[in-house]
């Protein structure tokens, strides 16, 4: 047993949802991960109570997310069966965000999985931490836009927004590609434009936006509709703005999430979860968290800067200010001199 091979004791985190879309206060999901000998106990015990919005648990959402995040931790390819199952104990207390009572709301509770995913990363980084990637995403970005056609009937096209990873103890978060437990993928913007009226303005990677590590985080996704229709309905569901995908052995924090209406107006930025009407020209604007990095910054292969920078990934203010690495702009190579004077000015001054 791969478990058998991890250190027995017990090892706790807690991450946070950053409300339920209803009430402004965080929603806080622990877990007490104990390995003994062969098996794991997942314990949520001290987890928020059930919520009024619609991102409460099943039992066997919990566990199911809590088996995908074992699996993904062992390394190996072994089939869900319950041979698998059998040696991780899951306990949610009943009435919990994680074990609702009925009539408690759950038709979004995907992105609370995500969220026992990155507690049950987090706990597990401390039993074996270079096997556990950095906190991703954290759960898609779901849009779903309304209107009624010609015939009365209610039109709906569900959009998300998703794919952004941590970084792993050997390599950077992948831009772009779904995390762990997910098997979503973003709409065609073709398919889009020609099935609803809405026209995607932009769409692609944020610059600049990834966790700084030795691996970097993956980086943010920007999506921008305009609305063609006279009126149109939107909910949209997003999260980690105020709790961002946390870093792992000194990578950095992604970046959080962000919505705007009219971002050219320059309006404040909308909640993370909002169900309000748009009108005819309206543009909304989203961009997801990105993946948090791991290890130091400094510590990151400076051929590895240069070529994000090349790539357009980053900006050469950014990579001298993150990783202490100065880009020759004009001859688009690596200052050596200027960046071994940087990282060991950067060194001498980190206390002991």
Known sequence: SIIATWPDGTYTFTDYLDDDGVDPDPIPLTVAVTIHGDSLTADYTGSSPQVRGAINCTPAWTEAWTYAAVRAALGVDIPNNDGYFRPIEVISPKGSILNMRHPAPCAARGMTG???????????SQAIPGQIPAASQGGTSTGRFGV????????????????????????????????????????????EEISFPLQVRRYGLVPDSGGPGMFRGGLSILREWEVLAPEMAVTFRSDRRKFQPYGLHGGRAGQPSASYLNPEDDKPMLPSK???????????????????????????????????????????????????????????????????????????????
């Open 114 to 124: 995500h969220r026992i995913q990155d507690a049950m990363f987090g706990a597990l």
């Open 148 to 191: 009624y056609g010609p015939d009365g009937k209610a039109n709906v096209f569900y959009d998300n927004v998703y794919g952004t990873r941590g970084a792993t103890p050997r390599n950077d978060g992948p831009d772009g590609l779904a995390e762990t437990g997910g098997n979503l993928s973003n709409v065609s913007i073709e398919v």
């Open 274 to 352: 909002i169900n309000q009407r748009f009108k005819q020209s309206d543009v909304f604007l989203h961009i997801t968290p990105s993946g948090g990095g791991w290890g130091d910054p400094f510590k990151r292969d400076p051929r590895s800067v240069l070529a994000d920078w090349r790539l357009e990934k980053a900006t050469a203010a950014h990579v001298r200010d993150a990783y202490g690495v100065v880009i020759d702009e004009e001859n688009r190579c690596i200052d050596e001199a200027a960046t071994a004077a940087l990282r060991n000015g950067a060194a001498d001054e980190t206390p002991g």
